[in-house]
């Protein structure tokens, strides 16, 4: 579940959002931040819902949300994700995305350094400089 990832980089940031979550640890009766694997989604107004915590924290703010991606960094996420998935998909992507992307820029700085046009994929799939 795509809101247990971003509770899992959910970092409070003002007083309304530490009491939001101080509240939702009482309710719930442990951080959903840090146990977000524990949630379930019966359903959008259930207790454990992580559809109903993300949208009390965040306020249903898109750039709020986003920020629990782009600002903690990986090891927090890593840590909080260990159970919900997010930390076994950063694996993923740092051992094959990453090295993938990595060659193909190295690949593609290097032909723009020696002069040579950047390679475009055409229909077929060959690859034939660009014009």
Do not use: Y
Not at 68 to 86: F, I, S
Not at 98 to 112: K, N, Q, R, V
């Amino acid at each position: 579940m795509r809101e247990c990832w971003v509770l899992a980089g959910f970092v409070p940031e003002t007083r309304p959002e530490v009491a939001a979550l101080d509240a939702l640890r009482k309710e719930l009766g442990f951080d959903p931040t840090a146990r977000s694997h524990e949630l379930d989604a019966s359903s959008k107004t259930a207790k454990r819902s992580p559809k109903r915590i993300l949208e009390r924290l965040t306020g249903g703010e898109v750039d709020r949300e986003a920020r629990c991606w782009t600002e903690p960094d990986l090891d927090h996420l890593r840590q909080r994700g260990r159970d919900n998935g997010l930390a076994a998909f950063l694996s993923e992507v740092e051992e094959r995305l990453a090295p993938a992307l990595s060659s193909s820029f190295a690949a593609e700085s290097t032909a723009l350094d020696l002069g040579c046009p950047p390679v475009k994929e055409d229909d077929t799939g060959s690859s034939a400089p660009e014009r």
